[in-house]
Structures are given as C-alpha cells and as structure tokens.
C-alpha cells in the first residue's frame, strides 16, 4: 500500500493514481524501449563493490541473487530455484537453477556462489557482517550450495538479494585484483538485461538478455538511463516524452503532484518494503567536537525535522524516532526522545565545552533536494552557534571521504533490509569499523554493551525476546547518538501508465525490468 503521507498528498491535489497491479490480467508483450531517469549517475555498476543506491537501481537489472523478495519481504526465487530450512534453522540448502549463465556465456555453478562468499567478505560490510553467522559452505554438487551456521538465525533468508549478495562471476575474478579488474567498467552478470554502453553524462544502455534463465523473460529490447543532472530538465524530459520512468528521487518532490496528474500517468509508493530507507548525518565519533555525546545530543535538539519533512520533503516521509526505521521490524515509537528545541541545544552545546571550533560539514550530492535540506541543516546548527565548514563534493568524492573518515558532519541514507540484524547493526557494531566503505560503521561509535545485545538479538527466540534486546540497544543509541537521524525517506514512482509490472517486488524499479513490459 502507499504509505500514509504519500496517499494524503495525491489525494489532497485530486490526483487519481493507477493500481500497480491491475484487477484484469494482461498478457505481456515483448518489445519496446525503456526511457529512465538514473539521479545521480552512479559512480560505477560492480554491484558487490559499490553500494550506493545509483547503483543498485541499474546494476540491480545486470547482476542477480540467489533470491528476490516480494513486497511482503517473502522469498521468492532467483538464481536459487528452491532451498530447505533443516538441523533447526541452522542448515540452508540452496538449489541452484541449471540453465543460467553469466552475458559471456560462461555457465553460472555453485563455484560462483562459493566464490561470491568469499569476495564480498572484502568488498561489502553489510554482507560481512551478515556472513559471520555462517560456519561453512560447500557445494555437494554444480548445482546445490549449502550454508551451516553457527546457530539458527532467523533473518538468513533476508541476506540474498542482489544489492546485498550479487552473485559475481569466479572466471572473470578469480586470482586478480578485483580493485582494478577491467570488468569493473564492463560489468558482467547473469540478469535479464546485460550492459551495452556508458557515455559519462548522458546514458546508460542496457541489452536484452537473450539467454536469459526464465523462459520468455525479459521482455523489453532496450533500457536507456538517461542522466540529467537538472532536476528542472529531468521533469521537462518526462513531460515532453523523452523518458517515460521517474525512480523515486527522479524529480524533486513539488513537481510530483503536477506530474502525476499528467495524461496516462501512474504513480506508486510501492517498491521500498525491503529498502526501509533512512537519512541521517553521520557524527565523527572519534576526533572534534563530534566526539562528544552532548555535541552530538545538541545536533539532534538544533535540526528542525519537521520543517525538512513538511517543506523540504513536501509532506513526504515521516520524522525518524531513532535508528529503527517504523517499517523495519522491532520498531518502537515510544523511544522517541528528541524535539526540535535550540535552547536545548546551545546548553548541551555549552556543557560540551564547544568553543566554536571549526566543524565540516558535506551535504549529500544527491541532486537539488538535498543540496536544500543541507542549506536548511546548515542554518539551524549556524543559529546554535556550530561554526561550519562546507565540503562539497561529487558522489565518488563523497565516498572516498566517508570511506577514509576525512569528515566531521555527512548525510546519507541507508538501507534496512527488513530486519535490524541485516540492516541496522552494520552501523554501530564495532566489528565493522573499516577503512574504505562509506556504508559500514562509518562514524567510528564503540560500545561493547552495544555490540553484545546486537549480537544476541540477531539470534534471540522467540520474537519477543527480540524486542526487549532491540528496545535496550536502542535507547543506548538514542542517548550516545552515534549518528543524527532524521526522516524515514520516501519515494514515489512515476511511470507512463501503459508501462506494466514495474514493481513487481520488494525492490521495486532495482530489479523490476525483469518483468517490466510496455502495452502498445
């Protein structure tokens, strides 16, 4: 379902919005070209190296997982036909489909999924993290991999989709430095579409895989990313018909009224279940004014969260309580804590002992929206007394400094993945403290109490159990702020309504091409 505020919001302007899933079935048709907004170019399509949310909306369509994910977060099949749940919860037996293969043409076996494993121990920390539940894998045979675990973890399932596993070809990879792989620039996977060209700045072209595992599977010919760096022109360019898909983020949020009421016109909330996206500024734990809780508690009491949701985000979202999104599970909203409140804010900040010293600041190189929530953001710390410094930077810019702590203030947004054990402690666990990735546990925050009740709540039964673990290392966080939240993110999609089963899944338009098909 649309989520609340995106419903009041078309209702409100009188827009009529189409059901992404008709009532009458119709028969797909192949063909046809997709025309897409990609903002902000990606700064590359490695999926198991990058993680950036760019990337994962193209390269989502190259690579695949061993599953995908319905807007209920139940597993669906992917490269992985079927799996057995045995030893209590602590053996998964995945059997693989037979007839895939990489674009090359090299037959995708379990190697490649045991060679996956291993390779994105170093180039994911999400799915490091993830991993370091299991005690083994092996493959009996081509086709069968099988994961033990150390103990039953009930969240296993949620660690296979492609962003957070994407299944890397072992031929191409193997015995090379994979930083500097020449594959990394011509990314092969075993997806529905396969990469043709990148022209820096104007688009991205996908190809219809032709041998593709499911039969009659995909079905449109093409699927240009148009890269527009003007939010005004990427609105010109759907309304004049130059592209017919704006992903969530496409457009800035006040024209999605006056877009969505354009002549067969669609839009749908749907697509973010598994996402969960939450925006937060990471806080430089280790040096500076940042490291200090009561300065990180008054950048809570100085930002005005309200004001970025109902102006900024034209009503869209809703104001994050902590580090559990409310469409992740174990969300609790009687741990929220902070108000907007500047005076509260200027007497933590004098408990603190600031005394003005310089504080830099990077917005997020998102696009217009989020260059004004950073001018907005700027604003209330500057009415504190914050002295900011104000870096900006291009995206590869922007994670080469995350990734390498050369910040003190950042935004972001990350992802959830439905559970807090997939996507919430990478943030805060100490264990994935590490040079080099802008999506692990960036901030540098350490607390071993922390990391314990992380640890056993991963694994805690029943669900309740669960719970209690979460809402205890979640009023630690809430107090000792590691990271300043701010809004749990949404975004609509607007689409030609003649452009059927887009979002398909949990995932939405990152992996949705596979079933996408244009009725002409």
């Not at 079927?82 to 919860?89: A, M, R």
């Not at 024209?255 to 969960?276: A, H, Q």
Request: glycine share 8%.
């Amino acid at each position: 379902m649309l989520k609340k505020s995106l419903l009041g919001l078309l209702v409100a302007t009188g827009i009529a919005t189409c059901v992404a899933v008709g009532a009458m079935a119709q028969s797909p048709k192949s063909g046809g070209i997709a025309n897409v907004i990609i903002q902000p170019e990606p700064p590359g399509l490695m999926l198991a190296m990058l993680q950036n949310g760019p990337v994962q909306m193209v390269a989502g369509n190259i690579y695949e997982g061993l599953l995908r994910y319905s807007p209920k977060l139940e597993p669906l099949p992917g490269l992985a036909e079927s799996w057995t749940i045995t030893d209590e919860g602590k053996t998964y037996t995945f059997k693989l489909v037979k007839n895939a293969s990489w674009h090359d043409g090299k037959p995708f076996t379990a190697a490649d999924v045991l060679f996956t494993v291993e390779f994105i121990k170093q180039t994911n920390p999400r799915a490091r993290a993830n991993l370091a539940q299991v005690e083994s894998v092996s493959a009996p045979d081509a086709h069968t991999v099988v994961f033990k675990l150390k103990q039953a973890f009930g969240p296993f399932l949620g660690i296979f989709e492609v962003g957070s596993m994407p299944m890397v070809p072992k031929h191409i990879y193997d015995g090379i430095d994979w930083k500097t792989a020449p594959a990394n620039n011509t990314p092969i996977g075993t997806g529905p579409y396969m990469f043709k060209e990148w022209q820096k700045g104007s688009f991205i072209k996908l190809v219809k895989n032709p041998n593709y595992h499911v039969k009659g599977k995909p079905y449109l010919d093409e699927i240009y990313w148009h890269i527009i760096p003007d939010a005004a022109a990427r609105a010109v360019a759907f309304e004049t018909g130059k592209v017919d898909i704006l992903p969530g983020g496409s457009v800035e949020n006040f024209d999605v009224p006056r877009l969505s009421k354009l002549k067969n016109v669609c839009v749908t909330g749907k697509g973010w279940e598994y996402f969960g996206p939450l925006a937060w500024m990471w806080l430089n734990n280790r040096q500076g004014p940042t490291a200090n809780k009561l300065f990180r508690q008054a950048v809570m009491y100085a930002v005005d969260r309200d004001f970025a949701k109902n102006v900024v985000w034209n009503g869209l979202g809703e104001v994050a309580v902590g580090p559990i999104s409310s469409s992740t599970r174990f969300f609790d909203k009687s741990l929220a804590k902070y108000k907007y409140d500047p005076a509260k804010a200027k007497a933590l900040l004098k408990e603190a002992g600031y005394k003005g010293e310089k504080v830099r600041f990077m917005p997020l190189p998102y696009g217009e929206t989020w260059a004004r929530w950073g001018e907005a953001v700027r604003q209330n710390l500057q009415d504190v007394g914050i002295n900011l410094e104000v870096v900006a930077t291009d995206v590869p810019g922007y994670n080469q400094k995350l990734g390498e702590w050369d910040y003190d203030i950042g935004f972001s947004y990350l992802y959830q993945y439905g559970d807090p054990a997939l996507g919430v402690g990478r943030s805060y666990v100490s264990s994935n403290i590490a040079k080099g990735s802008p999506f692990n546990n960036v901030e540098g925050y350490s607390n071993p109490e922390v990391d314990r009740l992380f640890a056993e709540a991963a694994v805690a039964f029943p669900d309740a159990k669960r719970q209690e673990l979460y809402n205890q290392v979640m009023k630690i966080l809430i107090d000792e702020v590691p990271v300043a939240w701010l809004l749990e993110l949404e975004f609509p999609t607007i689409y030609r309504c003649n452009v059927k089963d887009l979002v398909t899944t949990g995932i939405g338009v990152n992996d949705g091409f596979r079933d996408a098909w244009i009725d002409k």
